[in-house]
């Protein structure tokens, strides 16, 4: 894989890493678009956002799945890796921030239970050598099976609350897979990615006033995926792509440190809000406008602060594998 190619990558994890910090911003505030149902416009980049950023994030892990030809000792190994990069760190911090705020970082432990999923998966395909419709056809028969023994073992009272996660985002990752297996994306021209986009942007405005659809929210969220890829496949490097490469590569230690400033930068936004917006509903857009301003600047600094508090915390090698999983 070229380094243009792993650039674009890391910019679109970037983006997605932006995102889930904006959104969390949002809540740390008491903010959000849903809160002014009046605004269609608020709706529509509520669920636009929330439709793509997770997707996204899982959608690229499930493109980096290993290809390393598959044994019992190579097999081993990748989840040894992944229990070092990603079960560990869920252990250690989910343990520190639930001593603060009782909360948990979910989104470590589902990647790790999604790896851990697909490398069956990946054993047959290589012991197989599945063809690009073989593949499709298999993966899409392994994803229903997995859906549906989730939901039977989640009923469980004690199996599904230790094996509890977010299975509704496995179907992103499989479609990640396979994307890297099969690189159906080549087959997204510039007319379909505009096509996409007026589906997504329709359902998006809609969303709320029409009908909720769970397939329909997947294939939104994976149409916004198909045309971000799309676009960012075709950008050259410059300094956007080389700052949205540089959050991408430190994604997971600002998912793990931010909620350490979440809590304290935004009080700052929220005051700004509290004292500039108006009372007149008629003026919602400004109310949004000022929102994402601020928001967006608060969401760049807490990014920003976690880099730099990961670059200290690096310096020790040991602290660095327990809350990183890497050096």
Excluded at 220 to 231: A, N, S, T
Excluded at 301 to 324: A, E, G, P, R
């Amino acid at each position: 894989m070229s380094n243009q190619r792993l650039q674009y990558i890391d910019a679109l994890r970037g983006i997605a890493i932006f995102l889930v910090i904006l959104a969390h911003a949002f809540m740390f505030n008491g903010l959000s678009p849903v809160n002014e149902p009046e605004s269609p416009l608020a709706c529509f980049w509520y669920n636009a956002t929330f439709y793509f950023h997770l997707p996204l994030f899982f959608f690229i892990s499930g493109y980096f799945l290993s290809d390393t030809p598959q044994n019992l000792k190579n097999t081993s190994l990748q989840i040894w890796k992944k229990v070092r990069q990603l079960f560990i760190p869920f252990l250690v911090c989910s343990f520190l921030l639930a001593l603060w705020k009782g909360y948990t970082y979910w989104f470590l432990k589902t990647l790790f239970c999604f790896f851990l999923l697909c490398y069956p998966l990946n054993y047959i395909r290589y012991k197989f050598k599945f063809s690009d419709r073989a593949n499709i056809i298999v993966s899409s028969i392994y994803y229903v099976v997995v859906s549906v023994f989730g939901i039977v073992v989640s009923k469980m009272p004690v199996i599904g609350l230790i094996i509890d996660f977010r299975l509704e985002y496995f179907f992103f990752f499989i479609l990640g897979y396979l994307n890297r297996k099969t690189d159906y994306m080549r087959y997204v021209t510039d007319e379909l990615s505009l096509f996409f986009i007026l589906i997504a942007c329709a359902w998006c405005y809609a969303y709320n006033t029409i009908f909720h659809s769970i397939f329909v929210d997947y294939l939104v969220g994976f149409l916004l995926i198909l045309v971000v890829w799309k676009v960012f496949s075709k950008m050259s490097e410059n300094r956007f792509m080389k700052f949205l490469s540089w959050l991408g590569v430190n994604s997971i230690e600002i998912y793990i440190l931010h909620f350490y400033f979440g809590y304290k930068i935004p009080m700052f936004g929220n005051y700004i809000i509290e004292n500039l917006m108006s009372t007149d509903k008629n003026v919602v857009v400004t109310h949004l406008t000022l929102e994402l301003i601020v928001i967006s600047t608060l969401t760049l600094c807490m990014m920003i602060l976690s880099i730099m508090s990961s670059k200290v915390i690096k310096s020790n090698k040991y602290v660095s594998l327990l809350l990183f999983g890497r050096e």
